[in-house]
């Protein structure tokens, strides 16, 4: 049979037969066509499959609130020598039962008697705090505090941190975090629900100031008490007075620590600097040291940890 014109111009080289085109080529067009219009209409996808904004809508939470009782029903205090009441009631000696925390003296009302009431406060509440204890020692008595399962652990550290023979002496910062932090968690491995208190450090400064006024208060300095800040009391030159600064930045650098970890614990307040601003003078100090609070500055700091306990909202 002869081969008509067509089928030679539709013959492939080398004789083969007409070339035929394969149909798997238009269904790849078809299908790249469509994934393009799937993939504009899904918007841009994160590598597993899902839209990075979305998943952020969803899962994102607000942050949890603090947890915080007013009324609690039993107390535990740690800290020095200001919460066991020292040289209040007489010389060189503990007088618990004036601290502005656990006292049931009728004159403080310390914030335990204001809570718990007079009758309950020898049953529930606990003073673990010690004379001349630094942050170091805070966490043994965390531990101590924690055995009770106190629904509030009051907090006053810090002071003898700063207070030493000498400026070099004092308590690094990193170190006084390290402790408080370490104090923290052993509360919370024992108390999980227990709340705490965390009153800032004195101003020191101000003590030097309203002390050295005083000629018996000047005396009993060059005893030794608080050397780094109330050393040579009366000495105005430039070394001075850059050593009583430098103290100064160390109770506030000591401050900013308290708030800090405060902040990251859930039942934890901190009293937002009250007694570190406090404008206390002679009367609220103690007629044998002019360091320590008086029964009537015990009464002060009281007044001010009643005060940010019960409160509806934290000190700012």
Same mark, same amino acid.
């Given at each position: 049979?002869?081969? =008509?014109?067509?089928?030679?111009? %539709?013959?492939?080289?080398? %004789?083969?037969?007409?070339?035929r085109r394969k149909p798997y080529a238009s269904v790849a067009a078809s299908c790249a066509g469509l994934l393009v219009g799937v993939v504009a209409l899904a918007g841009?996808? =994160?590598?597993? %499959?899902?839209?990075?904004?979305?998943? +952020? @809508? !969803?899962?994102?939470?607000?942050?949890? !609130?603090?947890?915080?009782?007013?009324?609690p029903t039993s107390i535990a205090a740690v800290g020095d020598s200001i919460t066991r009441g020292f040289d209040a009631c007489g010389v060189l000696s503990d007088c618990p039962e004036v601290s502005w925390s656990t006292g049931s003296d009728d004159q403080v009302r310390s914030l335990a008697v204001r809570l718990l009431g007079k009758p309950a406060v020898a049953e529930n509440s606990w003073n673990y705090a010690r004379t001349g204890a630094t942050v170091g020692d805070l966490g043994?008595?965390?531990? +101590? &505090? @924690?055995?009770h399962k106190p629904d509030l652990v009051t907090v006053m550290m810090g002071a003898n941190d700063a207070c030493k023979d000498e400026v070099a002496l004092m308590t690094p910062v990193d170190e006084f975090r390290a402790s408080f932090e370490d104090s923290m968690r052993r509360l919370r491995a024992q108390a999980p629900k227990t709340q705490v208190y965390v009153a800032s450090v004195p101003d020191l400064k101000r003590l030097w100031s309203e002390g050295r006024e005083n000629p018996l208060g000047r005396q009993i300095w060059k005893l030794g008490i608080c050397s780094s800040m109330l050393g040579d009391s009366q000495d105005m030159d430039a070394a001075a007075q850059k050593r009583r600064s430098t103290v100064q930045a160390r109770v506030v650098a000591y401050n900013t620590v308290l708030k800090d970890v405060c902040a990251k614990d859930l039942r934890c307040r901190y009293d937002g600097g009250a007694v570190f601003d406090y404008r206390f003078t002679g009367d609220q100090l103690s007629a044998w040291d002019w360091f320590h609070p =008086? +029964?009537? %500055?015990?009464? +002060?700091?009281?007044?001010? @940890?009643?005060?940010?306990?019960? &409160? @509806?909202?934290?000190?700012?």
């Open positions: 049979m002869q081969e =008509s014109p067509q089928d030679r111009a %539709g013959r492939r080289p080398g %004789g083969h037969g007409p070339r841009c996808t =994160s590598s597993d %499959g899902t839209d990075p904004d979305w998943t +952020k @809508a !969803k899962t994102s939470q607000p942050p949890p !609130k603090p947890v915080w009782d007013r009324s043994r008595q965390m531990s +101590k &505090a @924690a055995t =008086s +029964k009537n %500055g015990q009464g +002060k700091l009281a007044d001010i @940890a009643y005060r940010n306990v019960v &409160a @509806a909202n934290p000190p700012a």
